[in-house]
């Protein structure tokens, strides 16, 4: 005799719905040692310097061999090991440096009676020339490997590293929330408005603070990322990193479409004729 169990209609319903309510398991998402690229936004960005004040700043772009001349100012490191995230609620920490920075006072200051100066704010250290022979390819430059300028058109600083941490939450598919800090050092340079000529010079230091930032996995339109420069599968947002004597507002660094160069060389060349240097 054999014995078969059917399941009536309630039970049937009640099983397709188990198999509705069932979450889907997320995909890992795998974040590997990479760049972070910032465009300054001025409208939220200052430091206070001492025997000056409050200096409005804003963004002054440098190459990074995108192929097109984007609005990079800014560069910080993650560094490795790769973190993953495997579900939704994920979250894990990745040393942070500031590799790059590139401000300039949006107007000259006064420095004592009668005299003004731009003044430039800047942090430029070694990363690793990623594919060159005997490398990791994680950005950092290790002992023993080829090394270049993360900002190609200044000098290297002497300063300390500018360290400190990223903590990112996964908190869906394709992305979450973040924070971070780091130590600044950064090098005060004070030039004669409009020129290269230093009439001063001295150092910066500060801990900045970002909080609740949003990152994706997936890049944007335009996205300044280059195979010298690589994302490592997390690409942040807006950030407004906060300090006791300044603050740094910015906004995901990009490289202009095609369709839009020739517009974009028109308003360079506009701003270089309104304001040299």
């Keep these: 005799m054999s014995m078969q169990t059917r399941l009536g209609p309630s039970a049937l ?110 942090v430029n250290k070694p990363i690793e020339d990623i594919g ?22 200044r000098p290297l ?18 992305g979450g929330t973040f924070d971070s800090f780091f130590d600044v050092f950064a090098e005060i340079t004070l030039t004669l408005p409009g020129t290269d000529t230093v009439i001063g010079s001295s150092t910066f230091q500060d801990t900045f603070v970002q909080q609740s930032g949003l990152w994706s996995s997936t890049p944007g339109v335009g996205d300044a990322h280059t195979a010298q420069l690589p994302a490592g599968g997390f690409l942040p947002g807006v950030v407004a990193e906060l300090a006791l004597l300044a603050s740094h507002r910015a906004g995901p660094a990009i490289v202009p479409e095609p369709a839009t160069l020739a517009l974009f060389g ?12």
């Design 13 to 122: 319903a009640l099983t397709g719905a188990f198999w509705l309510a069932a979450p889907a398991m997320a995909v890992p998402l795998v974040i590997d040692p990479g760049f972070d690229l910032f465009a300054t936004d001025a409208a939220g960005t200052f430091a206070t310097l001492p025997g000056i004040g409050p200096v409005q700043l804003e963004g002054l772009p440098f190459d990074t061999g995108a192929g097109d001349r984007g609005n990079v100012d800014t560069i910080l490191l993650r560094r490795g090991p790769a973190l993953t995230l495997n579900g939704i609620g994920d979250s894990g920490s990745m040393p942070l440096e500031l590799v790059a920075l590139s401000l300039r006072s949006v107007a000259p200051v006064q420095i004592s009676p009668g005299v003004f100066a731009d003044v430039h704010v800047n």
């Design 157 to 174: 600083d002497a300063l300390p590293a500018s360290a400190g941490a990223l903590t990112i939450t996964r908190t869906g598919e394709n």
């Design 132 to 153: 060159a022979p005997g490398g990791n390819d994680d950005g950092a430059c290790d002992p023993g490997e080829s090394c270049t300028a993360a900002n190609p058109e």
């Design 266 to 277: 028109l308003g360079a060349l506009w701003l270089s004729r309104r304001r040299p240097g």
